[in-house]
């Protein structure tokens, strides 16, 4: 299979040869959305709670009598019936939202995404990316000579110059192959892989 393989202008000067088995393959949609959820699901700290009526602090003091109101009887304002009271089933701050993900599953689904990448035109190929000194307005401009607004960049090696020129643009993420996420590729408009980057990916993924 080929794709593009772009210049420093951001056009197509001539293709590559990429392996089918993980920008070839079928797009499975099923799989993609529950890899995506997993994967948002997992990073979450589950660190939120909320108060019982235990918990709330209000007085214990029986609001107004039992009888003769004509309105139903209440023990105390900590109740979850009132505005203010406790909640009946309260999250926990322990709370576990992991998803368990196969890593074959994990394997095929990143597969899937960059296939379906390559199909809808979003993924390209550069040599590489090189900077002299970590200036953001050096890659800043790179990116903007290529027409590239929104982009992700897969490079077989991150140096601190690129880092750290990479790091104040808004729509710009760069990051090694083995810290690719499901999230960042659905996400960004267009992913450029650089060629050495691409055995890793099949290493990875094939």
Do not use: C
Not at 80 to 93: E, I, K, Y
Not at 95 to 117: C, D, P
Not at 190 to 201: E, H, N, P, Q, S
């Amino acid at each position: 299979m080929q794709v593009e393989l772009l210049n420093e202008q951001g056009q197509a000067a001539s293709n590559v040869d990429v392996p089918d088995t993980v920008f070839g393959r079928d797009y499975n949609e099923s799989l993609i959305h529950q890899l995506v959820v997993a994967y948002q699901a997992n990073a979450r700290q589950g660190t939120r709670a909320q108060k019982d009526r235990e918990m709330v602090k209000h007085s214990t003091k029986k609001p107004f009598r039992q009888k003769g109101t004509g309105r139903a009887r209440a023990g105390m304002t900590s109740s979850p019936l009132w505005r203010g009271g406790g909640r009946t089933f309260p999250n926990s701050p322990d709370e576990n939202f992991t998803q368990k993900l196969n890593k074959k599953m994990f394997r095929v689904g990143m597969a899937s995404i960059l296939s379906q990448l390559v199909r809808e035109g979003r993924l390209a190929v550069v040599e590489s990316i090189k900077l002299d000194s970590p200036k953001t307005k050096q890659l800043a401009d790179k990116f903007k000579a290529m027409n590239l607004k929104s982009v992700l960049l897969i490079s077989e090696e991150v140096d601190e110059n690129l880092y750290l020129a990479s790091r104040n643009l808004p729509n710009v993420l760069v990051v090694e192959p083995r810290y690719a996420d499901p999230v960042s590729l659905v996400h960004y408009k267009k992913v450029i892989v650089t060629k050495g980057a691409i055995d890793k990916l099949k290493e990875m993924y094939a």
